[in-house]
C-alpha cells in the first residue's frame, strides 16, 4: 500500500494534498484528494469525511469549488475525495459523458467490459478508507457525503454498511435511479437487463428497507434542472417516511445544480456530521 | 450601454450572474461576471469590490474558487470581476501565457500591436464602473483587489485614482514590475523600451510618490514560487516605509501562490473592505 505525493497547498491553516496509487480493486493507477486539518498537527485523530463527486468530476471539484476547508479546520474533520471512476487507456470508457470514465455511479460492474474495472463500491467502502487510515493519523470515524450520482453514491454506501459510516449528507443525489434516464442508462451497462440487480444500488429502495438508520441529511436546489428527470427526491421522501427514516430534508428556492449551491450549505452539512462524528 | 446576461447562479442568497458587453475602450466584446448580495434584493444600493485576477485567468476564477460570495452576502457588498484582457480573434495575442490574451496587465497598451484593444486600464478605471453603477442599484462607493497581476493592477489603479476608490488589497502582487522578468516583458510590449514610462505602473514607484493615501492591505504566501523572483515585496515595503504610506502586510508561512491562499484570507480582506467603505 503505497501512495505518491502529487501536490501540497496550504489551506485554511491545514494542507490539501493530492496522491496517486495503485487501486486493487479498480485495477489501475488513481487519484485522490485529502484535506488535513491544521489539529492533526499535534498527533491528534481527526474523523474522516469522504467525499463523491458528481458525473464528469475529479478529487478536484469539491476541493477547489465548495469551500469546505474553513469548515473542515475549524470543526477537525479530514476531507477524503476519491476520483469518480477507474481511469485509464486501458480503463473501458464511452464517449457521452454520463457512462464509463467519470461516471463510475459507485457500484461493482458485473457485465463486460466494465466489470474488470468498474468495482467503485469496493474501493470506497473497503480499499480507499483501509489505505487513508494506515496512511494518515486519522481516527475509524468516518462520514460520507456527494453530489448527484455522489450523492447516490454516499447515501447508497452509507445504508448498506451502517456500522462504518456515523452520518450521511447528499446535495441533489440521484435519488431513484431505477426510474430515471442517468440511472437506468448506467445500471444496464454496468449490472445489465435484470431490474433485480439495480435495486441494491438505489437510495429509495435502500432508504425503505434499511434496518439499521444512519442520520440523512439531503439538500436539494428547487431550480436545479435535472430535478424533475433525474434527481426525483420525491422517492425518497416517499421511502423514509415509510420507513421511519432519519432523513432531514431541504428544498432551497432559486439554487440550481452548481457548487454555487454546495458552497451556499457546505457548512450545514459539516456541523451535522461533526455533531454524529463525535457521539 | 447595454449588457447580455450569460448565466445566473444562487449563491448564498444572492445571485452570481454573467454578462457580454461591447466595450468602447477596449473596441471588443468583454465578458464580467458579478455577485449581486441578498441586500440588493430590498432596494438598498450597496458598494462594490472590484477584483483584478490574475495571468491566465478570466471571471470565472474568483467566483468559483475563492468563497467570497460568503462574506460578500454578509457584509453587504458587490463583487465585479472583469476579464484579464481584450479577447478575440481579432486582437492581438502571443503564444506564451504571460503576454497577450488573458495577460493584459491593466495598462494602456501605446505600441503596436496592442494598442488597439489592450486599453485595460481605462476599462476598469472608467468603463466598467459606468457600466455597472447605470445597470446594477450599486452605490458610487468603490474598492479594488486582486490577485498576482491583477493585484499590480488593484494596487496602481487604486493609488492612481484615490478619489475613486476607498481601499486597496492584493493577494501576491507583481509589486515591482520594472524589475520582474513578467513585467519587463509585458511592459517593453505594451509601453515601448523607454522605461520612464513603465513607472507609473509600477506600484512600488506609485507607493513612494503618493499624495493621498488610500489605506491598504497586502497578503503574501511564504511558499509562493514566484516570491523572489517576480512579485518582491520587499519593494513594496521600502516604498511604503519612506512615503508612510498606510499598508498593512503580512507574510504568511506554507502559503502558496494558488487560490487556496486566497481562500484562506479573503474574509479578512472583505472586512478590511466594508471597514473602509463605510466610512
Redesign the interface.
Known sequence: MSIENISV?????GW?KQYSHHSKSLNCSMQFAIYLPPQMGSGTKVPVLYWLSGLTCTDENVM??S?I??IAAELGIAIVAPDTSPRGEDVADDAAYDLGQGAGFYVNATEMPWSKHYQMYDYVVNELPELIEASFPVSDKRAISGHSMGGLGALNIGMLNPERYSSISAFSPISNPVNSPWGQKAFTAYLGEDKANWLNYDPSELMKRATELVPAKVDQ?E?DNFLVEQLKPEALLAAAESNDYPLMYQL?E???H????I??FIEEHLRFHAKHLSQ
Chains 1, 2 share one sequence.
Open positions: 497547498n496550504k489551506s485554511f491553516g490539501h477547489q469549488k469551500g476547508q474553513r436546489g431550480s432551497h432559486g439554487y440550481d452548481s457548487y454555487y449551491f458552497a451556499s
